[in-house]
């Protein structure tokens, strides 16, 4: 595929090779003969390796799950699961081990688990020189999919948000640190989609920012975070930050992770094969490709993905959860041309998603007998995202919208082509979900007030951001129809407002298992409910 984002076959192999020691079947791994205990553990805190990252799972299906972990050396991941919390009849593992070049993670994918039932698992490491040196034990449970059509059913929930730790504002645990993920913790969704910008590698902290009031936000900075990332252990370093935070561990101990990429995971708004100008003084390495393909290898090191041998940097996937819900995950980074004034009649710098994901979410919708269709989309579609680099010109666009209310020109072309293929198959019930703006909203799409007029009408939700500056709100475009129903900030608000201010947002799906309706509710950082619908079924 033209300009597709993949590294040169080398570092793919090399990828590959280093991703088979820490990527196994726990099948594979059961019928393997496990080691045999030391009989005495060493408890010298200096001998057992520790687990800074935590434990978290993803990529979660009916029967299988990614459980991920870190440690600070090189060691041997044990896991154990059950069912039962309290490990009754457990299943023991002697699993991957965890090396320097892939930053000391490593993960199980766990198969042939019970769809329908929560799952309990608990991680250790085994040090590699002292083999009695054990860590201490971490736990984590995974709630799993109900089982096939036509069985049991329960009521699904889940939790979207995105843009997390970027515009100078980072963990603050004087504030309470990241509590936004606490806030969505106690809702306990069996899943939560993280709809990009995970790390702000272009976004340096400093120690300390003045507020409005006088006060001081005091950011924990690492040396990752004292500068814009370029090399591959400044990438690792943006990503194992986010995990210093107590409340973020928790939540990844207790809710599996859909991750999707946006642009801060490289650099903001970049697109494949762009070269760095020289307004922007920050970087040495200028070759955006090069930094893509440092960042997205330490993302997918320090994330639960499945790693898919024939593709192994894929980020567009599904997640069927069963009757009542799949989720289409899609990658608007890999595959795009270039940012331009976005009035493109087609060829490749029109694309978003590009050909080849375009065929498979038309074929992945297509096949879906779920009753919802949740679409995670990182950028909104009607919401205008100009992009302001000092090294582009004025009047270049980064998202899907082009800000000129007309027929479908651009990138647009591709949104008006899906939508237009979900209408001629009369595919029912699609939501999308989405992020990157800095605030929240909900926009119903109608047919009747769109200058493009070909689709079924549908509902946006965008959440977040998690622990980032607040902006906003965005121009909005009008060719699709949107009606913007809700927004989760003032139209005069001051630009880059603190999580102090407590604008920080998120959503909340909720499926019933009896009636078929999704609940969509958006809430603030202390989980305050600030907009709620209910959206019945289509027949």
Known sequence: MPHQQDPADSSRRRFLRDSAATTLGAGALIAAPARAQAPAIVTSERLRPQLPGGVMSGDVTRDSAIVWSRTDRNARMLLEYSTDENFANATRIQG????????????????????????????????????????????????????????????????????????????????GGYRIYESMRRFRPDFFIHSGDQIYADGPLQAEVKLDDGSLWRNLV???????????????????????????????AEVPFLVQWDDHEVRNNWYPGQVIGKEETRYTERRIDVLME????????????????????????????????????????????????????????????????????????????????????????????????????????????????????????????????IKRHDIKNVVWVTADVHYASATYYAPERAQFTDFKPFWEFVGGPLSAGTFGPGEIDRTFGPDVRFVSIPADMKQNRSPADLLQFFGIGKIDAKTKAMTVSLHNVDGKEIYKVELPPEA
């Open 96 to 175: 991957p081990l965890a090396l320097a070049r892939d930053d000391f993670t490593a993960r199980m994918d766990l198969r042939g688990l019970p769809a329908g039932r929560r799952l309990f698992y608990r991680v250790r490491f085994q040090d590699l020189v002292h083999e009695s040196a054990l860590s201490e034990p971490l736990t984590g449970s995974v709630m799993l999919p109900a089982g096939a059509h036509g069985g049991p059913t329960r009521d699904i929930s889940f939790a979207f948000s995105g843009d997390e730790a970027g515009q100078g504002w980072g963990i603050n645990e004087g504030w």
């Open 222 to 252: 690492t040396e990752a975070k004292s500068k814009v990332a370029q090399t591959l252990d400044d990438y690792r370093g943006n990503f194992a930050y986010n995990m210093l935070d107590a409340n973020k561990r928790r939540f990844c």
């Open 294 to 421: 440092r960042s997205r290898r330490a993302m997918f090191e320090h994330n639960p993905f499945r790693i898919d041998s024939a593709d192994p940097f894929r980020v567009y996937r599904a997640f069927n959860h069963g009757p009542l819900l799949e989720v289409f995950m899609l990658d608007e980074r890999s595959y795009r041309g270039a940012n331009s004034p976005n009035r493109q009649q087609g060829g490749h710098d029109a694309d978003f998603l590009g050909p080849q994901q375009m065929r498979w979410i038309k074929q992945a919708l297509l096949r879906s007998r779920s009753t919802w269709k949740v679409i995670a989309s990182d950028m909104p579609i009607s919401i205008v995202v100009p992009d302001l680099n000092p090294d582009v010109p004025k009047g270049t666009y980064e998202a899907w919208a082009n800000a000129d209310n007309g027929k479908p020109s651009g990138r647009e072309l591709e949104v008006a082509e899906l939508l237009r293929f």
